[in-house]
């Protein structure tokens, strides 16, 4: 008998390999950051000790500018001898400076300053295509040129509020109501990234896709913009799709997100990017968490006066810090704990005919998701002539579960080919009653997407 898999988007992915779950395998590496040190002032020298007659920290580069240039920090008084200048491999060196508003960590064996001096670590200049050789040294800065920020531990960062449009500063977004309190994102629904914060702006042809993030006592904020392209006859009303590029005898891949009708275009968008299929989602993931890292150029945090900061530190590159690698996954879970926002962000009603995409209480089939795929398996009958004719795939329905766990309005959100398409709707007309979803404890519609998959 030919084998029959499903791919559950509301429980899990069976596949005969046992892969994980994409969430799982993408990490976020977060360092035990107590305090900063923030820079006032250009060029500022950092020393070995406390004075300014110590040796400054200076940095070597290996050549004067390659793919493989990696950058080491020393002492220019007690190191200098392994770090030299090589007119042969370009290697040169200069002082080490701190910017103006760097975010300096304060070392954690010493917190208290000494003669007005603060000890930070610093880290060499990291380059993308030399990831984990920069070094990091403790070193020591005058306390006169910048001042200390705590980093508070009290979960006021869950309050923090960020722009969903990197174009917009703060004073700007808040304008024109896109100042959002990051806590209180859409959240995807089912699948491989369910509970992944979500927040999603349409400015003209480009929709600002960005994905907020929790994790100890800092907000991460990862995300990416896509160009919105119409097609009067795509059949889905959205669809995400990555192309190749040819520009100046170059190749590169984009994504791009395309609507079949121009009006209400933000609205679609979102709801698309809640309940579309993992696999049309993951085009835009394996972009913003590359190599399956949540990024660290975007990472909030609320200091003890209350004011917002934002830094950034390359995960692989931390020495002298005690740090916990978490996953995906579980921060999902972590902000699906702190959320029950709607997709409009507005404050939700509770009418007997309104249709909720997102509640506090996801619905759930009774059982379990080890139900649902027993259930399926049990059911599903694949199509003999579909078998025939080696017609595979994915068909996604959409339905609603009503207050009292029945399910109704069913249709096909993405079909494959009609015979796969009627089996897919007929099994899930003809399932049992759900535990209906829930929002202020109370029983709601609430919108469901099911992918069936299909292989032979």
């Known amino acids: 008998m030919k084998n029959l898999m499903f791919s559950i988007l509301a429980a899990l992915f069976i596949s005969p390999l046992g892969a994980s779950a994409q969430s799982e395998k993408i990490t976020l590496t977060v360092p035990d950051f107590k305090s900063f040190f923030i820079v006032d002032g250009d060029m500022v020298n950092l020393r070995r000790l406390p004075n300014v007659n110590s040796g400054k920290l200076m940095q070597w580069y290996s050549d004067g500018g390659s793919f493989e240039t990696y950058a080491q920090i020393f002492y220019a008084d007690t190191e200098a001898a392994k770090y030299r200048p090589n007119a042969r491999t370009g290697a040169y060196i200069e002082p080490y400076q701190a910017f ?117 006592n800092f907000l991460y904020v990862a995300g990416m913009q896509l160009e919105i392209k119409v097609d009067r006859t795509q059949q889905q009303p959205v669809f995400i799709e990555t192309s190749t590029v040819s520009e100046n005898d170059m190749q590169y891949q984009e994504v791009t997100i395309t609507v079949n009708n121009p009006n209400g275009i933000e609205q679609a968008i979102a709801n698309h990017l809640m309940t579309c299929s993992d696999e049309e989602f993951s085009k835009i993931t394996k972009w913003v968490f590359n190599n399956d890292k949540v990024p660290t150029n975007n990472v909030f945090f609320i200091s003890s006066d209350g004011r917002k900061h934002m830094m950034n530190y390359e995960a692989d590159e931390l020495s002298g810090f005690e740090t916990k690698t978490y996953t995906l996954a579980e921060l999902n879970k972590q902000y699906a704990a702190m959320n029950g926002s709607q997709a409009s962000g507005s404050a939700p009603t509770t009418d007997n005919s309104q249709v909720f995409k997102v509640t506090d209480e996801q619905p759930k089939f009774v059982g379990g998701s080890t139900a649902l795929i027993n259930y399926l398996s049990n059911n599903v009958v694949y199509p003999p002539v579909a078998i025939k004719k080696n017609i595979q795939g994915r068909v996604i329905v959409l339905f609603v579960i009503e207050k009292d766990g029945s399910v109704s309005n069913v249709r096909v959100n993405k079909g494959v080919d009609p015979l796969l398409d009627a089996e897919a709707l007929r099994v899930v007309k003809a399932m049992p009653s759900w535990i209906p979803g829930k929002l202020k404890g109370k029983p709601v519609r609430t919108q469901y997407a099911l992918p069936i998959t299909f292989r032979l």
Request: charge should be positive; glycine fraction near 10%.
């Open 100 to 216: 103006n508003a760097q975010y300096l960590p304060l070392n954690p064996k010493q917190t208290e300053p000494q003669n007005g001096w603060y000890n930070v670590i610093a880290t060499a200049t990291s380059f993308r295509d030399s990831p984990g050789k920069a070094n990091s040294k403790p070193a020591w800065i005058k306390g006169t040129l910048g001042y200390v920020a705590d980093v508070t531990t009290d979960g006021r960062i869950r309050n923090i509020r960020i722009s969903i449009n990197p174009n917009l500063d703060d004073q700007s977004a808040e304008g024109c109501g896109k100042l959002r309190q990051a806590s209180k994102g859409m959240r995807r629904l089912n699948g491989d990234y369910k509970d992944l914060g979500i927040f999603c702006d349409v400015d003209n042809n480009w929709a600002s896709v960005c994905f907020p993030i929790f994790a100890g």
